[in-house]
């Protein structure tokens, strides 16, 4: 790859085309930068200074362009700055003829359209049929080469933006270019933001603020964390920093002793419940796994079940006729998954056992390892343990998994929730105790 590098850099201005704007012969190539793009780190053959951007860059510091983000070579002249601003012009002049030429509308093409030129009735001229079709086909052309998702004609904005155009007569007007929208019109838009929020702002030296931190990874794997304050107006977003969120509250502990670091109480019991429930088989986790696996093995059986009723026609429609509800393909990215398609697979229970010990069931699959576990009774015990024992930590995880303040109430609700936990638990192993005695 540094060879195509070193090859690339070595190209003389014989090989300046379309594709290669002049103004890189008077650099020298020293990296590509990003995978995509056309993105280098050059040194500048007139001052040796070195730099990386795009090509925009490169004429910017040649030509003396201020607010591009880079520094202005002082070591071309007067008469050499001409030469390149020549040279630029005829690469756009030959740019743009050798463009592809435009294609005609639809209306200019003629398509679609029946009746000889000038025919059209007064009541088509008077309401402007023709030239309302004609500005529908610009939009649509303009979607179609823009590649803009279809979503975007459901923006407000869009329609808001044709119809004030419409209502007011602006005579040659511009709508605006490449560099007003990023620039100016950005830095507007930015400005009525920060005004707009400036209200919930203001309450936080009265009342307090929380910065909150969500950890998550870009579709490069690099980690993210989005910063975030609440408080009791709203949350508003701050900033999203490239790092490594394990040691991120560790950090700010480290800077900034009067601030504490607390993780979030629902991430932290759906990560317990994920222990519980799918616990891993490694040297760490032995006990856990050690206590839990018949769980998981639960868990396991109940999707077999839903998988083995969803994914054919025939099992599903026999499936439909036997209970109003249908089974829940709840992603693994939700909080308390399992328990969630456990509660599900509970409440249907009466529809699941007629369906499998029905006659249509029956000539349709003779013998099958769900109608096993469908009609025992043991099976379905284990069920009812586990929502029994995870209840709590379920509730919990519901209640504050909510926009609102509701720290003050974890500590409260934790403790009622765990004396309710230890009575379940208790209850369990009496009845065990008794079954066992009796047999």
Sequence with gaps: MASQETQQQTQGSSDTDRDQPPLWEHMTKLQKIGASGGAWKFSCKFCGETRQGSYSRVKAHLLGIKGFGISLCQSVTAGQKQMM????????KKKAESNAKEVALPCEAGVGFKKRKGSSTPIERAFGVE????????IARMFYT????????????????FQFAAANKIDGYVPPGYNKLRTTLLQKEKENVHRQLEPLRSTWKEKGVSIV???????????????MATSGNGP??????NCFGEAAGKLIESQFPHIYWTPCVVHTLNLAMKNICSPSNVETNALAYEQCSWIKDVHGD???????IMNHNMRLSIFSKFTPL??????????ASII???????LIKTGLQAMVISEEWSSYREDDIVKAKIVNDEWWDKVSYILSFTGPIYDMIRAYDTDKPCLHLVYEMWYLHWVGLVLILISVFVRNIVIDSYY
């Design 146 to 161: 823009g590649g803009l998702p279809f979503n975007l004609a459901r923006n407000p904005h869009y329609l808001r933006a």
């Design 236 to 241: 508003l977003f701050l900033n999203s920093v």
């Design 213 to 227: 931190s969500d950890g998550w990874s870009d579709p490069t794997r690099k980690p993210l964390i989005n910063f």
């Design 131 to 138: 030239i309302r079709d004609q500005l529908d086909q610009e």
């Design 302 to 308: 109940a999707l077999a079940i839903k998988n083995f």
């Design 340 to 346: 969630v398609m456990l509660k599900r697979l509970k």
């Design 85 to 92: 601003k020549r040279a630029e012009e005829a690469y756009e």
């Design 326 to 335: 249908r089974l829940l393909s709840v992603a693994d990215t939700r909080f």
